[in-house]
């Protein structure tokens, strides 16, 4: 069974209760810049980022340079935004 999209109104609200992060890709992703204090911050929110990814089956793209790390979550088997995006931004959110 495919997964699905979220709606307009779904995507709204994501934004809404998270406006730390940004709509990207013409709507189908959803992106956010991280800044810590030190490599070794940045090193261990990506690496407990890692572990819910991994447990939720559901992985980030990420870039990382000394202390910031980008992160875009998008469903490729959506095609764009779905629930799957929604739980890990909450996620990733009780983490900060």
């Known amino acids: ?14 934004l809404h209760n998270n406006p ?9 992703a959803i992106e956010r810049t991280f800044t810590f ?3 070794s911050e940045a090193w261990g929110f990506m690496n407990r980022v890692a572990l819910l990814a991994e447990s939720q089956d ?5 870039f990382n ?17 779905s629930q799957r995006d929604v739980v890990m931004v909450r996620s990733i959110g009780e983490l900060v």
């Open 20 to 28: 730390e992060w940004s709509l990207s890709r013409e709507g189908k």
């Open 37 to 39: 204090g030190d490599f």
């Open 65 to 81: 340079v000394y202390n910031r790390v980008e992160i875009t979550l998008t469903t490729h088997d959506a095609d764009g935004l």
């Open 1 to 14: 069974m495919p997964i699905a999209q979220l709606t307009e109104e779904e995507r709204e609200a994501l």
């Open 58 to 62: 559901h992985h980030p793209e990420w």
